[in-house]
């Protein structure tokens, strides 16, 4: 149980353009996913923490009308990088916790963004 | 501020015990995290410790905790080159919130 699909798993844009990732709890109700970005040999950069009907929670630094999140029902949370430039590119990854106590995340497998 | 620290690389031959160290500045956590990531994927959790516990086995496994030098620890058994992936320590609360990650290890195994 407790899985989480993102897609795409890598996809390429041309800069200028918008791109939208998906992260899915398949077997549970998430209320609360979270957004990260991860750069080369770096850990984890939260970017934001959306709850199922609010508006997202964004960290210190982090562009809301860049990186709009979505997160429209308990299994689906989205995120749209608009505009996108290169120095965008990264690799996002989504996590999902259950409602209850769950222990630790669930993370998607993770998106590889290349804005060329 | 919160911080997770822990060393960028560790090599070992296939078949050693893997030791991969974590420190740690938030005394108020209520779990110890060690995921595992491999290559272009997310992050899978691989087994926790809750704070007030000094060990926990799980097959080849052995999580340390000592809460007074803030340190954790993860020993992997007969290390395999499966296990070559990026180790990432983390402390938080249940549920996921308040989690703080560190950079993580990249752990090379030898064959």
């Known amino acids: 149980g407790a899985v989480v699909s993102q897609h795409p798993s890598w996809v390429i844009c041309k800069s200028g353009t918008s791109v939208k990732i998906e992260c899915r709890s398949l077997d549970f109700q998430a209320t609360t996913m979270f957004w990260y970005r991860q750069f080369p040999k770096q850990s984890l950069m939260l970017m934001a923490t959306?709850?199922?009907?609010?508006?997202?929670?964004?960290e210190q630094g982090v562009e809301k009308d860049k990186f709009l999140i979505n997160h429209a029902s308990l299994t689906l949370s989205t995120l749209t990088v608009t505009s996108a430039h290169p120095e965008d590119s990264s690799f996002y990854i989504c996590?999902?916790?259950?409602?209850?106590?769950?222990?630790?995340?669930?993370f998607g497998s993770g998106t590889r963004l290349t804005v060329v | 501020g919160e911080d997770v620290e822990q060393s960028l690389f560790l090599s070992v031959r296939e078949g050693d015990s893997s030791v991969i160290n974590c420190t740690y500045t938030?005394?108020?956590?209520?779990?110890l995290y060690w995921y595992k990531q491999e290559p272009g994927a997310g992050l899978q959790l691989l087994t926790y410790?809750?704070?007030?516990?000094d060990m926990k086995q799980d097959q080849r496994l052995t999580v340390l905790l000592n809460k007074k030098d803030k340190h954790l620890s993860l020993r992997i058994a007969d290390t395999q080159t499966g296990d070559s992936a990026i180790y990432f320590c983390?402390?938080?609360?249940?549920?996921?919130?308040?989690?703080?990650f560190g950079a993580g290890t990249r752990l090379f195994v030898k064959a």
């Open positions: 996590s999902a916790s259950r409602e209850g106590t769950q222990i630790g995340y669930t």
């Open positions: 410790i809750f704070s007030n516990m």
């Open positions: 983390a402390e938080g609360e249940a549920g996921g919130f308040k989690t703080i």
């Open positions: 959306s709850n199922e009907g609010s508006k997202a929670t964004y």
């Open positions: 938030d005394s108020s956590s209520t779990y």
